[in-house]
């Protein structure tokens, strides 16, 4: 079932610059193969649900195992028949401002 996500993980109470930490979760989430794209606050990643939900799992944990509080804040879009919407979904939003 193809799934699409929007994540964000972060450590929560470390203090005010995060991208050291961040940059760990999402370099775990690169290396998955699955279509992802970074944005300022969230990170995309597109697949079947196991290996999206594990890949999740796994970014999470790179903080967690370390001790630190991990808030995490995801968004799913589950859509039975569709894939690659990461792309899909913006070419349609901008085929309708046309």
């Known amino acids: 079932m ?3 996500v929007a994540v964000a993980i972060a450590p929560f109470g470390t203090g ?20 992802n794209k970074t944005y300022s606050m969230f990170t995309e990643i597109e697949g079947e649900w196991d290996k999206v ?6 970014a999470t944990a790179v903080l967690a195992d370390k001790g630190i509080r991990t808030e995490v804040i995801m968004k799913m879009d ?4 569709y894939t690659n919407t990461m792309e899909e979904k913006l070419k349609r939003l901008e085929k309708e401002m046309k």
């Open 2 to 4: 193809n799934t699409l």
């Open 16 to 35: 005010d610059e995060l991208a050291k930490d961040v940059a760990e979760v999402v370099k775990v989430i690169r290396d998955s193969g699955l279509p």
């Open 53 to 58: 939900m594990d890949t999740v799992k796994k």
């Open 78 to 81: 589950i859509r039975p028949g």
